[in-house]
Every structure is written in C-alpha cells, then in structure tokens.
C-alpha cells in the first residue's frame, strides 16, 4: 500500500483556492499510484477559521467541498480529509472536528476529535462536541486508526488535561496504522516535542504513524509542516521540511513496516534558526494572502529594525522592503550612519525625513495648553507619533503594509508609545525578547557582517530625550528577559520567581509593569507568535484589575 | 430562615479589596440576623480572572480570601461564596469553578459549576473541568441546591448546548431551595431573559430561586446586577436594582413560601434606557477601577461625539470632561457652533485646536515623497491622526483618559483612520449601531434639549473632504444597520440575508467590508458591550482570510 501525506499552506475560508490546492495534489497522488493520500486538519476551510464556524453558510461550503474532492479522487484514490461536520444529534455542540476518510468517490467513515484543545490559543471547545465512540475503518486490508491533532497527544503523563485517551481506546480494537492529521503551530519548541509525542504513540501502541501537518502563517499562528512519519519501532522514517509545502508517497510494506531505516535529511532545529524561518514565513505568508507586495518600516538604527529590515527583505525581496529613516533632534549621528551601512548591505530604497519641524509646530500649538508642565513622556510620544504618521501616510499613498519592530521585552513592560512606534499591521518580533534578537541577528552575521556591528554592540536607547537609554527605565534585558520569561512562559508567580534567586522588589516592579501594560497590547498588531505563550490570542488577561500592582 | 443576597462590584485580582466588602456584606448580614448570605460566582477574585487562573499564587490568594471569611462569619451566619477550587484528582483541567458553602466558620460543602460557557464573551473551559456528580446540603432543616451560572441555563430548549442538566440532577434529591451564585453580564436583551429562564426552573422543579448576580463593569464587560428572588410558583418576589450594589434579606416562610405576592419596583427595562444606562457604568467604573477621575475626548459636532460626551458628564461629572475641537479647512461652522451649543448646555470645559497649520507641514513635507499622487484617503486619514496626537499629547500630560466616539455601524465596515479616530482608552459607542446612537439620544432628550437639534437632524459627515458626507461612503445607515445586524448578531450568511429580502450586490458589499476590516478592529481600545455580540473579546475572526470577501 502507498500512501501520501499532502502538507499544505491553506487560506482560510478560500473554498476555491483551497479546492485546487487539494485536487492537485489528488492528482498527484493518483499519477504517483498511492492508494491513499492524507491531508491535514480543517484542511477544506484551513485552520483555524475561528467564529466562521459559528455560520451555515460556512459550513456548507466546508461540504461542498468535500463533495468536490470525492469526485476527483473518484476510485482511483482514497483520501482522508480534515472539515468541520454537522453533529447529527441535538445535544451538545453543533459542530464535530471531523477526518473524512473518502473512499470509491464517496464518505465511507468519519472520526470526529475527542479532544478539544482549549488553553493558550487554541478554543476548539467554543464550536465543537468532543467525540466520545471510537472505531476503526478498513482499507484494502489495513485497520486504520483515525485521528485528529490533539487526540494523540494525552500520553500518559502524571497530570493529563483530558480523561480519556482515544489512541489508547482505538488500539484496543487492533489497528494497524495509525494517522494523524494535524495543524499544529509552531513554536520554538514545538518540532521536538511532536516528534517526542508520535514516537510515545508509536512505541506505546505497537504501531506505524502517519503525521500530516499543515504549513504556513495565518496571521498570528504560523504553521511549519515537519510532517512526520515512523515506524512502530518509534524510528524517524521521514520528517517532511519545515515551512515549505511537501507531497511525499511511502511505500508502507518497503518503508514502514519490518526494515529499519532512519532518516538522513536531519534539519537544523536550533531556536534561533527556527525563529529566523518562521518570522521570514510569517511575513511572507501575512503580505502573500492579503494580496499585498511591499512593506514600510521605520529604520532607528537600533537593533529591532534592523532585525525587521533584513526578515523582511528576505521574506518580499530588496526592492519591496522602503525603509524611512526620521531622525529627530534627539537622534545620534550614528542612528543614522548605522541604518545606511544596513540598507547598503541589503541593497533596499530608504527615504529620509526629519521630524523635528512637525514636532516644532505640534509644540509651538500645545504649549499654550501645557500649563508650562515641563518636558516629559508626552514629548516623547509626540515624537514617536509623528513618525507614526509618516510611515502611515506613506502606507496609505502607496498601499505598502507597514511592518510593527516593537520586541517581546518591550511588548511585556509597556515601553512602547501607542499610535507611535506600536503602529503597524503586522507586529514581526513582539514574541521574540531583546535578548533573543541580538541571538537572531548574529545568526544572521554568521557568515558576514549583514546588520553592522556597530547596531549590535551599541546600548539601546529610544533617542526620545537627550542621552537616554533604556537602562534609564528598564531593568538591564538580561535580567528583565529572565523574569518575563518565567511569568509570562513558566506561569510562575511573584514566589516562585523569587524562590529563583532574584530579588523581591524587582519582581514587584516588572510583575506591576506588565500587568498594567495589558491596556497597550490591546491594540497592537497581530504578533507572529513563535514562543510557547505568546501576547495575543494565546495570552488573555484583564485590562482592568489589580493583582500584582500594588 | 433569612436568606441574603449581596450583589456587589469587584475588582478582579484586588483580593484586599473585595474581601473587604465581602467582610462589611457579611456583618450587615450578622446585624440582620441573616441565617444565610448568597455572593456572586467567583466573587473572592472578580469575574472574569480570565488567565490570572493559571497561576498558582491567583488560586492561593482566592483560597486565603475563603478563610479569611469563614473567620468573620464564624458561627453567626452561613455564607455561600464563590472561587475556584483545585481539582483534587490528577484529571482533566486544574480548577473547578465553585459555590463554597461555609457554614460555622468551616467549608462544609462545595458545588462545582457543571456547564461551562465556551462561546461568544466566555471562555471556562479553557480553565475548569465540568462537574459530573450532584449532591444537596442540608442547612437548617433545608435541603439546598446550589448552582453556579450557566448551570441553570439549559432549560430544555430543543437544541441543547450540553448534554446534561443539572437542575434536573438537583431535583432528583428533592431539595427545598435552588440558589444559583452568577457573573452573568448584561446585553439589552439580558435581563427579560434572564426572569424567564428563572422562572422556567422554578416552575419546572417547582423551587424558589435565589439568584444572585454581581454588578459593575470589568473592562467590556458589564454586570447589571438585577439579582431575583422568585417562588416556587414563577412570581418574581424581588428583582434587585441594575447598575448598583445592593444587599438585600428575605424571610422565606413569609416572603418566599406560601404566600403569592409580586413585586412592584418594576424598573424600565427599554433597550435605549438599559443601553444607556449601561455605557454609563461602563465610563464609570472603568476610570474608578483604574483610578483616573478625567477624561478627554474630541468633540467633531456630530452625533457620536456629542453622546458620548454627554455619557462621560454623567459617568464621570462636568469638571472632569474635557472637550477639544479640532476644525479644520473642511470642517463646516456648525460643527464648531453645535458642539458649542452642547458644551454650554453641559456646563463642561473646552479647548479649540485648529489642525490645519500642522497639516499644512505635513503635507509641504510629506508631498516630494508622494510622487505627484492626487489627495486621497491619506490626507482624509492624516487629518484624523493629527486629531489623535493632540488628544493623545493633552491626554499624556494631564493624565486624563481618551474617549473613543467610534460607533458600531463604522466599527463594522472599517469607517475610521487607525490611530486617527479610533485612538482612545475605551470606545463607549462602538457596540451601538448608528440607528440606536440616535434613540440614546432622543432618550436623553426626552425632557429638555440637552443634544442639540441639529446635531440630531443634520446628515453624518467625517468632514475630511470638501462637502464629504458618510452617505458617499457607506450604504443608508436604516438598510446598512439592518443587514449589519442579520450578520453579526443573528449570524447569518450571505443566502439566508438575501432570503429577508436585501439586495444580493448590496450584502455582498457590506459583507465584505466587514471581514476586511478586521485588522482595524484588533486594535481599537477595549469596548462597551451592551449588545448580545459585540467586536470584542466574543467576536474572533481570522484577520487574513477570504471568506466573502471576492
């Protein structure tokens, strides 16, 4: 038996484009003589498509669809495809996340999921009833266990989130492969967890594993595919790339069942390597699907815009990729010499445009209602406003998408200004802190000097008040870096932090600091998320409330 | 018996806080010589924590507020509060949500919330597991049948969310009384709602009901209070006040059993009066819990504005609403000489800052860049912006809040400049239609002109082009509004509208404004939600999509 994994980059809610996708790749299947192609979860509608769900309409087309595939696969292929489906009771949710398993051009067998991720940014419970039947379907001698993403994932651990395991109730009924389709997102630690997780299926259950995930960015979640298939010995018989649409056939008795093999085309699974190529993916995917070409950034010289600068040139290309450069009387000569030895590397058009007549008028008109208050934040924001306004007049006259550099770090603590420099329509490293963007930019310098020294060993400052630098009001990074990343990604409360050796008052300061920035991250641009807990969809607090800040 | 229900306002997280008033509802209840004290669910942490949850110093503090109560009210009276529980067992989700019964200065008895709302604004199963047994309390010679929220919801509709019922599992044991402790957040349709779910478990089970709801604004959300007291027979003997503490006693045996009696403050319960009513609690408690006492808003003499202006006067008083008017060269006199008008009826301060010395650097600044590119939505769109940064700058140097004016028709089909008009801290209006702006208006004048006429009676217009009127934009508000309401409340598709008789090319068009205006919508200040689906947390859309939008 051959059988195919289709990993694929959907758009959600495309009904057509998604259909062409689909079929083409039947087609390829069918060319290619496999007995049986998989697809990934929700793949008609793609994933995830959120409150969509929630309309009839939406649903028909999901079975639309399905109708259409079966007559292409016809008898020449069976195919297992992901799509919602109506659940035919009255009790519970309307909907099922189901896998159509599509023989002979029609339905034969559904496995709807039973376990329903909902935490972090998953909501699956708000649209469908978790399967609790389990059943196995045969094709062409097999017994073939069918499930969707996070129905393996309960393997066992001392402290599991659900209370049952479905692989454990369909291995009582002996199959002898089991498929998994899946839209699992990225993050940096995501790629060896999955595999860490299919291998415990495999070996706990005696069993082959066919894993199809889907790729690309929708928005926030970005998907990287490493579709993955192994033996029932829990040995790696192929990781599909990272990132890219892949269609592979396996020859189940040669490949998977009896011989070992190993696979040999051992990706670079570093973080940082990771990040770099899920950030360049996100960017790529946002413009691709919104049918834009070009992004405008705000080049400081600092180290985030640059970082932005170069992802994003090699995500749209050089000539699509105009950065402004807006120095202000505050600025540093080298603010500006730095950006211009980047853009010289890159290769990239730049603008130039000072903001300090526009501040001088702002200022002239609002002193009179100042009440000669003196110079503080209000300034500071008013500077980075004004280049707010620029890069988006400039987007609106152009019709470029202006990318956010605003990093985790600052994303976490609030120093950012709202309607300034938090502007955009795609945040690229609000999920990456200050620390792990100097770890990307060197990455980036590996094998010659991209983004100028000179950005990367300088003290950051916002330039925003003569000589400032952020150490003026913020804890040094590696510091701050380390408590953000137990509160925000560990959960771990003022405590338990301390218990790790920092101080109390620190805690304090940086616990009130981010919880009464919640009221900024509210109207920031969609973040790429590529770490386990994310600001966005997956990280929901109250704005109002006062836990932590007092 | 003496049962009370303390209906009360919490801050989410200020556990100090709301103990105290907790303690205070507890000895008003000890000097009544209540025998038993009914508080709302998750009243020891505010609702909803959202995933302050998932910390174990959260849990620990709610744990600490539960002793502590218990402590006060000792063996004086019987308490019934609500918090989280841990989950004793290693399965399923870490938390119950539950109805602490204490009695005698010791937990005696815990009930944990069954059905758990996962749509729209909730999200518990993204922290609780369901509870699956069922038991009663005796307390005092009655058997009692504790509920929290939702748990009294599924009332035997012919297309259930879930697949039990609990009250139907309660009364199987034969209890005496049904409590059921609610967050349960107000809509315009809520509160009629609400009685006739209440009645229909009292009658159903034929058991008094004691419901006891929280009151106050968390953010978006509202609590109306409106608590009830019923007998057995469906009569209302109480309903509590909406949009205010209130702690109240009832003797069972005189009030409750037995005797028919009814109850006579029958408040007003339009949806113009609730909703206005309503977005005053919103603007009220959002600045008390946040503890800033002034807002500012910018005043454009139409008729947003001038509610919300109105809205913020009786939220937060006349001295601390600070107006701006901001003409510019395509700004009409009556805009100036109305909003005047409404100023000196309101008794409030005002600024006049004309934007167009400011625009006019922009513009001899930003035009070498602009390549000969003829006026569009860029320069409509910088006019706004520069409207936001003197607002934004007042609101920085006095420490005042910005309103936003945004109203929910705009809000829909993206009519507004990002960072321009949809900057604020709150959007009071933008779960209000622009029909419905106009019916709170009328409501506000029903007894004297506060709005002025023409504000009411001339025809919607941005002003940021000569002789620019929303109607060369949009479609009628009357039709706009109606086909608005169909897909975003009603949930209805693209075929079903057309079936209510509006023209396919015309719901085509505004279908697709909508979903393509979705990246402006993720990042506008937190809004008033007074309607049963608001943009917001309960509305979740995929940003990039394709979904009607061809």
Redesign the interface.
Known sequence: MKIGLAQLNY????FN?NFEKMKSAIEKGIAANADLLLFSELSVC?Y?????L?????INECENVIHKLAAVAGNKIAIIVGAPSKNPT?????LYNSAYFIEDGKVKFMAHKALLP??DVF?E??YFEPNKEFNLVEFKGKKLAITVCEDIWDTGE??????INPVAELAKLQPDILINLSASPFNYKQAAKRIDVIRRNATQFNLPVFYCNCVGA??ELIFDGGSVVMNALGELIDEMPYFEECIRFYDLASTVEGRRSTVDNQQDKSPTKLIHDALVCGIQ??FQ??GFKKAILGLSGGVDSALVMVLAVRALGKENVLSVLMPSQFSTSHSVDDSLKLLENLGSPH?I?PIK??FD??DK??QP??EN?PF???EE??QA??R???L???S??FGYILLNTTNKSEAAVGYGT??GDM?G?LAVLADVYKTQIYEVCNYINKDEEIIPTHILTKAPSAELRPGQKDSDSLPDYDVLDKVLLEYIEH??????IEQLGFDEKLITRILRMVNRNE?KR?????ILRVSPKAFG?G???????????S
């Open positions: 758009m959600i809610g495309d484009g793609g995830p498509p959120r409150d969509f929630e309309f009839h309409h939406f009255k009790h519970g949710k309307d909902t935490y909501d419970y708000r001392t402290n599991p989130l659900y209370r929708q928005t995917n946002y699907k919104l603008k445009i007549e526009v008028v702002y008109i609002l209602h100042f208050k503080d934040v209000t924001n008013l406003r004004i707010g306004n620029y988006m007049a400039l609106n006259k709202l309607y502007c329509g959960h771990q409360g003022p405590d338990e009221f509210h109207q920031t641009p969609p969809s990280r929901r607090l109250p704005i109002v409330g006062k836990y932590l800040e």
